[in-house]
């Protein structure tokens, strides 16, 4: 695995841990009302960040 994708999933998990470090009762409050959602709307909400964060790679390379 190249350096790069190593340094790319650590700062996935630096962004993944921010919200839970700054916000934890609003963290606890969006996992719970996710949780809620029907499975589609999740796979949906997925399927557009993941898109989101491609547009963003190939915009910035």
Request: glycine share 10%; hydrophobic share 55%.
């Amino acid at each position: 695995m190249s350096e790069e994708w190593l340094i790319a999933m650590g700062l996935v998990l630096v962004l993944e841990g921010l919200i839970p470090t700054l916000a934890p009762k609003a963290w606890k409050k969006m996992v719970s009302d996710m949780s809620s959602r029907p499975d589609g709307q999740l796979r949906m909400i997925g399927l557009v960040l993941m898109l989101l964060g491609l547009g963003w790679v190939f915009f910035v390379s």
